[in-house]
């Protein structure tokens, strides 16, 4: 099934995108001049209600509606967890530690590099992340930063996000996830044809 991209601009005020997929639309989405777009902004938001039967929350921005928040966009550290859980994780990070300071003590074999042991570890830090309800770690007048995902539509509220991507001309600024990645330009033209 082929897939279109329909772009109508003929008026200076209004542009209209269509995507189809054969004959289907799949999405539509159109920018007035006279209408603000609001995809892309990071607002301060305070959660206003949430919803254990959807698994997300609503929250007030400042826009027209209430933002829909889901539970799978509300980064970890949101998470209001409760004292004994937290207790468990600090001890649990405590015998780790302690586990990789002998294991540290004890392996007196060089280090090789280069990808040539048995497997290769992984560096990134370990979390022990127990499966958690929204309910349970998120309350009512919570504050937390959101960005925009996708714009108000009809009566729905515009859909939200905490992993907040800041877009530049060369890079993009993730400044929650703890993976840290550069993205490179491909070709020299580039640089010289927009400089």
Same mark, same amino acid.
């Given at each position: 099934?082929?897939?279109?991209?329909?772009?109508?601009? /003929?008026? #200076?005020? @209004?542009? =209209?995108?269509? *995507?189809?997929?054969?004959?289907?639309? $799949?999405?539509? &989405?159109?920018? !007035? %001049?006279?209408?603000?777009?609001?995809?892309?902004?990071?607002?301060?938001?305070?959660?206003?209600?949430?919803?254990?039967?959807?698994?997300?929350?609503?929250?007030?921005?400042?826009?027209?509606?209430?933002?829909?928040?889901?539970?799978?966009?509300?980064?970890?550290?949101?998470? /209001?967890? #409760?004292? @004994?859980? =937290?207790?468990? *994780?600090?001890?649990?990070?405590?015998? $780790?530690?302690? &586990?990789?300071? !002998? %294991?540290?003590?004890?392996?007196?074999?060089?280090?090789?590099?280069?990808?040539?042991?048995?497997?290769?570890?992984?560096?990134?830090?370990?979390?022990?992340?127990?499966?958690?309800?929204?309910?349970?770690?998120?309350?009512?007048?919570?504050?937390?930063?959101?960005?925009?995902?996708?714009?108000?539509?009809?009566?729905?509220?515009?859909?939200?996000?905490?992993?907040?991507?800041?877009?530049?001309?060369?890079?993009?600024?993730?400044?929650?996830?703890?993976?840290?990645?550069?993205?490179?330009?491909?070709?020299?033209?580039?640089?010289?044809?927009?400089?």
């Amino acid at each position: 099934m082929t897939k279109r991209l329909l772009i109508d601009a /003929r008026q #200076p005020e @209004e542009t =209209r995108v269509v *995507l189809l997929s054969g004959t289907r639309i $799949e999405d539509f &989405d159109y920018e !007035a %001049e006279n209408r603000k777009q609001l995809k892309g902004n990071v607002y301060l938001a305070r959660v206003t209600r949430v919803e254990p039967s959807l698994q997300a929350a609503f929250v007030e921005y400042g826009g027209n509606r209430q933002g829909f928040l889901a539970f799978s966009e509300i980064h970890p550290d949101y998470y /209001r967890i #409760p004292v @004994e859980d =937290r207790e468990a *994780l600090i001890e649990a990070e405590l015998a $780790e530690t302690q &586990d990789e300071d !002998a %294991e540290g003590e004890a392996d007196d074999a060089p280090e090789t590099l280069g990808g040539d042991g048995p497997d290769e570890e992984d560096i990134r830090p370990r979390r022990h992340v127990r499966k958690y309800k929204i309910q349970e770690v998120i309350s009512r007048k919570q504050i937390m930063l959101v960005q925009v995902v996708k714009e108000e539509r009809g009566n729905k509220g515009a859909a939200l996000t905490t992993y907040l991507s800041l877009a530049g001309r060369y890079c993009v600024l993730m400044p929650i996830p703890a993976v840290v990645a550069v993205s490179a330009v491909k070709s020299p033209m580039l640089l010289t044809a927009s400089a």
